[in-house]
Nanobody
């Protein structure tokens, strides 16, 4: 069983920045891919960014160049630095891991970007 707790969401003006953090209840060093998803109202949940245990990263086209994912295995955290935020980034952001053949999700953190 893995518990994921997200934090750092909030209301920000367009062009601003937010840093999301996800803390896991297990040692993440043994987890390969850790991911951030988001879900906007009326839309499907979409993958925003991922990072492997070796530090390789991948981003959705909408996030590339603006968002940076990082992980700290010592603290069991994965962060998402979001810069140059746009109203289209408004969504609930979720942390996700695949661990011992199961997907685990956090409760989500709301990000609202005003124009």
């Amino acid at each position: 069983q893995v518990q994921l707790v997200e934090s750092g969401g909030g209301l920000v003006q367009a062009g601003g920045s937010l840093r999301l953090s996800c803390t896991a209840s297990v040692t993440i060093g043994s987890i390969n891919a850790m991911k951030w998803y988001r879900q906007a109202p009326g839309k499907q949940r979409e993958l925003v960014a991922q990072i492997t245990s070796s530090g390789s990263t991948g981003y959705a086209p909408s996030a590339k160049g603006r968002f940076t994912i990082s992980r700290d295995n010592a603290k069991n955290t994965v962060d998402l630095q979001m810069n140059s935020l746009e109203p289209e980034d408004t969504a609930v952001y979720y942390c996700n891991v695949y661990y011992r053949l199961q997907h685990y999700w956090g409760q989500g953190t709301q990000v609202t970007v005003s124009s």
